[in-house]
């Protein structure tokens, strides 16, 4: 199933209170580092991949995984409206300022110190007391052997990452129609890349959800569980809805190239991180 999947149909052989490494989802075996086996993914959803632009990974991330992303996700979000722990971060978000959109380390992205590989990544990302873990999910082979066997291409690299976070009751959060590459409308110093929209809330609906439209198709919202991945091509267009429930919705999307993507002059536009 790829969109608007009633919870009846999701996945019907893990269940949620029982996420763990090496569980099975229908014909998707569990690997080491999320439960599903990227080697296995691609075999079985590339063709999709290529035909319609996405597609969705329901439950691809554990429970601890989601935990460990939210909790960094409000840490940012606190550390950007000077909230307390025991404040809401979500309902600190000034959608005006941020657009919703909070990139992470964008300082470090560019510049004579900006990392290069994945062990200048992890540093840099300890020096902006980013999360570990976290940093090791980005880093391990489930995200970068997806991206490079959605992409087809031999080389991957981190090219940029963030928080979307919409806060409750928000009327101005959605986002208009779009393709993720629209900005360079694939010039010079563009690779194809792949954004991993990942929900860190159930996401339907009412709360801002992503609709996507394959070739010919129409529009559908994405209703999916926290830790599921939407995995689309730059090109896809999609968009989301307004957030009218009472709670934020938060969203994690790192985006991976098949090579370094580059402004007029050869400087990167964000991160430019070989990681294979
Ligand atoms: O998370 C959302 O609501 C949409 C985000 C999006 O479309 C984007 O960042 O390109």
Request: charged fraction near 25%.
């Amino acid at each position: 199933m790829e969109v608007a999947s009633p919870r009846t149909t999701r996945c019907r052989y893990r269940k949620r209170t029982k996420l763990g490494h090496n569980e099975t989802c229908g014909s998707i075996t569990g690997g080491s580092d999320t439960g599903f086996d990227p080697v296995v993914v691609v075999a079985e959803r590339k063709k999709k991949f290529d035909r319609d632009g996405f597609v969705v990974l329901d439950d691809f991330f554990t429970e601890d995984q989601v935990g460990l992303l939210r909790r960094e996700c409000d840490a940012i979000l606190r550390r950007a409206s000077g909230l307390t722990e025991e404040e809401d971060a979500a309902s600190g978000v000034n959608v005006g300022e941020s657009g919703c959109v909070f990139e992470v380390l964008q300082d470090a992205a560019r510049g004579a110190g900006a990392p290069v590989d994945a062990e200048g990544l992890r540093e840099a990302r300890s020096q902006g007391h980013l999360s570990a873990e976290v940093c090791g999910l980005l880093l391990g082979s489930a995200l970068v052997d997806l991206a490079r066997g959605l992409l087809g291409c031999d080389e991957v690299y981190y090219f940029n990452e963030q928080y979307i976070v919409k806060p409750g009751m928000c009327v101005t959060s959605a986002f208009a129609w779009h393709r993720d590459s629209d900005w360079c409308r694939g010039g010079e110093g563009y690779h194809p890349y792949v954004s991993l929209w990942t929900a860190l809330d159930d996401v339907n609906e009412e709360n801002g959800t992503l609709y996507t439209r394959g070739p010919g198709a129409e529009e559908k919202p994405i209703i999916a569980n926290a830790g599921s991945v939407v995995v689309m091509g730059d090109r896809t267009l999609h968009r989301s809805c307004v957030n009218l429930s009472d709670k934020g919705r938060r969203v994690w999307m790192p985006q991976f190239s098949s090579g370094p993507i580059t402004a007029e002059g050869g400087e990167p536009v964000s991160f430019a991180v070989k990681l294979s």
